[in-house]
């Protein structure tokens, strides 16, 4: 007698009905650990080597104001000139859960890598439906932990079931703590909790959920990570900033830009 081997699915009834309920998802040892190890070596190798397209190299802390920041920016769309990147980006763990917890297929809109040294600003609370303007339904991330996260770090802290809210207009964030400008407030009777991860560790969140960071206030503890953002196939349109849309398979594919207006008029430049 032949026996069929079921594979498990990337996402339990359990975890969609938690997605759906709280708008994130955690997903434990997405990648392993070796894989985690690789890809932060990658990406410090890359850095040492000065090999990141139009980023601004400083040869001291002192030259860079010393601001960690400055000494590590974020890297925007890696997928676009590195082949790992794009892999990264493609990667088929990533894809079965978005495909789950989307309904349909995903396609692929963005790469960040995030360095996030000891004493880095964070990133004031915000919505990524402000910046990527998805229309209709909702964008959704792939946040997956490099280093172990939590608050003390500067890990993510998200406020859940605000995947419902409407996309809000931002407020002036506080540049003392925040490298971006905007800050949506987690609204009232909403405690953003802390997504606390272990490397390779991924969390998975609606694009209208209510996210943010504070500074890395550790000493030496680094907080990388490895971000995408993602679209239904379904969608009409998102903003221009973010083209070309790729399929799963890294075949392009096209969509109409969305123009500037939107519910503040003024989320059309995607500085996200
Ligand atoms: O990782 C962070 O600290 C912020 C990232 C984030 O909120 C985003 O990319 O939308």
Request: hydrophobic letters at 40%; a negative charge; charged letters at 20%.
């Amino acid at each position: 007698m032949s026996s069929v081997a079921m594979e498990a699915p990337a996402v339990t009834q359990e975890e969609l009905a938690a997605y759906n309920r709280d708008g994130f998802l955690i997903k434990k040892s997405l990648f392993s650990r070796e894989e985690v190890k690789f890809i932060v070596d990658y990406f410090m190798d890359m850095h040492a080597r000065k090999a990141i397209p139009g980023y601004t190299f400083y040869n001291s802390p002192e030259e860079a104001g010393n601001d960690p920041l400055k000494l590590y920016p974020r890297i925007m769309h890696p997928h676009r000139w590195d082949k790992p990147s794009l892999g990264w980006l493609l990667d088929k763990r990533a894809a079965d859960v978005l495909r789950a917890l989307l309904g349909e297929e995903p396609v692929a809109t963005q790469s960040m890598m995030y360095f996030k040294p000891p004493g880095a600003k964070g990133q004031a609370f915000h919505q990524d439906n402000f910046y990527l303007k998805v229309r209709p339904k909702s964008c959704i991330a792939f946040w997956l932990a490099l280093d172990a996260t939590d608050p003390d770090n500067g890990g993510l802290q998200v406020c859940p079931g605000t995947h419902t809210m409407d996309v809000a207009c931002p407020e002036r964030a506080n540049l003392e703590i925040s490298f971006s400008t905007e800050l949506v407030r987690p609204p009232a009777g909403c405690n953003p909790v802390p997504a606390n991860l272990a490397a390779g560790d991924a969390l998975f969140f609606n694009g209208s959920v209510v996210h943010g960071s504070t500074p890395n206030m550790s000493k030496d503890r680094w907080r990388r990570s490895w971000i995408c953002h993602y679209a239904p196939e379904s969608m009409r349109e998102m903003a221009h900033w973010y083209f070309p849309i790729l399929d799963m398979q890294g075949n392009e594919v096209q969509y109409h830009g969305a123009e500037g207006g939107g519910p503040c008029g003024t989320e059309a430049k995607g500085a996200h």
